[in-house]
């Protein structure tokens, strides 16, 4: 049995007992998140739309951290103009509880 799961703009396949990093969530380690659920298969059956509007997954926040720094580098031809900047994202590590 897995479940797509979306938070952060973006969808994740889970299934029971994932850890999984995702966008930075509110909360402490150790609380408790619910996820909105977009697609839930359970066998060969596959349920979605408007069947999955109130299930939830429940999972573990177990904690935060950052991702690798991405470089960003801006520059334009013959003109000795260029810029340089990294970024990194903030992140959530989680583990899925029940579907």
């Known amino acids: ?4 799961i979306a938070t952060g703009g ?8 994932q850890e999984l990093a995702v966008e930075k969530l509110v909360g402490e380690v150790g609380d408790s998140v619910s996820l909105p659920v977009v ?4 066998g060969g059956e596959v349920t979605t739309g408007a069947d999955v509007t ?8 177990t904690g935060h951290d950052r991702d690798a720094k991405i470089r960003v580098f801006t520059y334009k031809n013959k003109s000795r103009q260029h810029k ?4 990194r994202q ?3 590590l989680i583990t899925v509880g029940s579907i």
Do not use: E, N, P, W
């Open 1 to 4: 049995m897995y479940a797509i």
């Open 10 to 17: 973006k969808q994740y396949r889970v299934h029971a007992g």
């Open 39 to 42: 697609l839930v298969a359970d």
């Open 54 to 61: 109130d299930r939830t997954v429940s999972a573990t926040i």
């Open 84 to 87: 340089r900047r990294g970024h």
């Open 90 to 92: 903030h992140k959530t």
